[in-house]
């Protein structure tokens, strides 16, 4: 089994930047990413990556703000989020897959995924 931990979470004014980290029990193969859900709504999908980090996908509402990537020696994934919007504001969650799955429509599906962290909350103010 794999345990997952966010950080970096916290309070940030519109136009900063957090940089989130995810550390994983052990080593894992397979796929590392992130969600993320907002007060009444349905978690949705921000980003993933490969297990040799050759291959990043992000939700189109973040692309171009956010930087996935991964340092497989320190069983860790990091997410560099820049100009936040108040939209942002979510609680955000680590995942990671037991296989390294290649299509995009299997890397974007919440369902893919076997191991959640507990979350991380960041809010963003206007």
């Known amino acids: 089994q794999v345990q997952l931990e966010e950080s970096g979470g916290g309070l940030v004014q519109a136009g900063g930047s957090l940089r989130l980290s995810c550390a994983a029990s052990?080593?894992?193969?397979?796929?590392l990413g992130w969600f993320r859900q907002a007060p009444g709504k349905e978690r949705e999908f921000v980003a993933v990556i490969t297990w040799n980090g050759g291959t990043t996908y992000y939700a189109d509402s973040v692309k171009g703000r956010f930087t996935i990537s991964r340092d497989n020696a320190k069983n860790t994934v990091y997410l560099q989020m820049n100009s936040l919007k108040p939209e942002d504001t979510a609680v955000y969650y680590c995942v990671a897959s037991r296989i390294n799955y290649s299509g995009s429509s299997y890397l974007k599906n919440k369902g893919s995924y076997d191991y959640w962290g507990q979350g991380t909350q960041v809010t963003v103010s206007s």
């Open positions: 052990r080593r894992t193969i397979g796929n």
